[in-house]
């Protein structure tokens, strides 16, 4: 077996562009598709004008809260925003505005096909203006200075190009199904990507100096990103070659990255409180605002339950972490859970035990269906008949019907909305081995 | 005219006039704050919100008046227009930084003056000019229109040569603003408790000129007829006074490194075509004044090198906050002298021992965010400082030592 090999670690900072109806500190809109004219959706707050104070829209904030909560974060009690400096002319006040000391989200955690990622913090701030080069001018674009962005920070949790794609499809989704972010924009997710290669002769580590490659917003740049500079990082450490710290940018025509700066020292941000911003107080908002919780509720509504049943499957939820329910982005798993809750168990069909048993598989996060199948199974036999149960369910294009406008009749839009994306999807992925025509479904839906 | 106060005239000789310090926004005047890098370049579409809460009563400013550079300083002297000299003797300074509405109001030019204050640069004037001076707890007036020069401890404040002047203006401009995430509600009812606290004897003598210290004790005597006097201790005098002075030192030039950021001469300049990229760097990049320069690299070299001493000073000053909350939970006050001579001539205030002696006395109400009132009383120049909210009872303290004072 050969001793020598590379190691590879990847962090990545994701920039979410929330679709508030306001920029972070003033009324100004926000537009998440930018505005045609320069300089035309701006006013005193984000152009940074002398003697204006900026103003917290605590929309942004309840949308971080959704977000946070949704990646199993520790969300703080007291939310405060710091001053971070830099030298850029991209923001009027020459500082950025952020919550770095006391971030929305810290210690979260998603489990993905490969990889348990974990969120080292999810911080809300502002965005800067775009700045225009050309030959002979620079000209600065205020129009989305001041948009509310949440970054969030991973830890170096992944070694490869497609765990890094499968995490960002499903952070993409998460914010689409949480209605936080425009996912029509292409701009409204970017990411920067933190790379570094551990050379290992013979047990013996050779650390590789860490790199930013800045604003990737397409998959298959950061694929080919990734691809390129792993390959540049190796050979420099196979010829014992220095590798800088440096921040990159990516070249897609080129294939190619291209040095953009060095590389600046954290303290170098010169971080102090924002004193303009009073503390906010956000542990009443987690309760009074839209949260998972209320987000499962409505899904719940599905059935219709009367309040005795309701009562029973709410001391059977304490014992479960809410947040699971978003946590869950695949399609399946979400359509899953409604049939064992809203189904089957007030039904009667399976027992307290075995409800326990299901939420203490999805507390430990080992979501997968097949192996719920494979435990269950071992406790008790008629469970196989009860996943099947479930699978069969809506293959009966009649029974598909009646559900469907049951839904749009007693939900309103938004709940409608949601509710008919997850059949569509559901049906998208079950129907095709049913040999059931999905055209038909959608027409049914139409 | 001597126009080592005035900036610009707005109306002349109008009778609700009141005089505004150089660094409120007025819309379309010109506020530089005395700063090269504004003079002549930023002109607000707003009005602060305490302008316009004062237009709304029928005041109208009537001219706008020099200070400190950005407020930074206690002497009145700015790089751009030079030193403000006393109305009285031109030998001494007014003070600062709100020096020219201090000499404005003095001069009747104006019934009352509008300035700001972060370490007591509405105090010091006052007392130089023998004006009664009041600054607001933090939050009590809107700062919405104040430039800022360190958030934290930035206030709007304002004298007047009679108390009823600036207790009229209290009434009209503290009030909470919408727009102003710090801004309190301040409550209107008064509760006194008959209780003054005063620094030991021994401790202020040291600091005091032996003039003022003989008159303050008069005037102490004098209280304790009305009031209970409570003496604080050494270890008191040493954490309120001596060791808020350098914490305010370093929290204010932190703050302004960071409020002064955005004036780099990238916005709010415009480049000439016809200068070389050199000439347009010299004249657009680093021009601010000796004061303000000398704070900046101060902040820099602490907050770079220093780090530790920032967060001290922050911890400090909380620590500060809640200590002097329980000393006033039974007190209506801290009594104390607001300068420690009571006129400082244009030669003395060249000595940077004199500069640092200044604010001593009233640097660290800005730190708990109190509130505080001086007074002209016994030809020498006193203050009363109250804690956060407590605005309306210091008013009516300090109104009834002066009645009192008056009747006898």
Redesign the interface.
Known sequence: MNNNFFKHKIGIETHIRLNTKNKLFCSCENNTTDAAIINENICAICTGTPGILPNLNLECVDMGIKLSSALNCDIPKILCFDRKHYDFPDMGKMRQTTTESTPLGKNGGLQLSEVIVTFEKLALEEDAAQTIKTACSFTINDNRAGSPLMEITTSPCFSTSNQVIEYLKVLKNLCGALKIVDTSNSSSVRSDINISVQYIINKEIIQGERVEIKNMNSLSGIKQALAFEFARHEQLLLENKIILRETLGWNATDGKTYFMRSKEEENDYLFIPEYDIAPINIEHRIISQDNPFNFFFKIKELEQLDEDRLNRLFDLLSILDFNIFIFETDISKIKFLIDIFSIEFLQNKINVKQANLIFELFKQKKTDLKQIKKNMHDLNESFDLFMFNIEIKFINLELIKEFIMKIKTEHKDETKDFLLKIIVQHFAKILPNQKINFTEVLQILN | MNKDYISIILKNDFPQGFAVKS???LKNQN?H?NSKI?FEK?F???N?KVIELLLAKQFQPNMICHADEFAMGGIGYSDLHGITLHPENSNNIVGGSSSGICKAVWKNEAIFGLGSSTGGSIRIPGALCNLFAFEPSYGACS??????FA??LDKVGWVAKKIETIIDVANIIIQTD?????SIEISRSITLKNKILVFADEDLQKYLNIEVFAKYLEIKKELSKNYQITTLTHQDFKTIILTSSTNYFILSS??A??SL????G??LNQSNPEQTFSQCLEETRNIFGSQVTERLAFA?KI??KY?NI?AQA?QDRTLLKEYISTLLENADGVFLPTLFKNSISVLESEIQETNLKLDMFSSWVNLIHGCAINMPLNSIQVQLTGKQGQDFTILQIASDIISKYKNE
């Open positions: 660094n409120i926004c506020i704050c504004l930023f607000p579409q707003f602060a700062r919405v229109g104040l430039v800022s958030s934290s919408c727009n102003d995430m710090t932190v703050e490194m960071s950021q955005r004036f780099n990238l916005r820099k907050l770079k780090p920032y922050i």
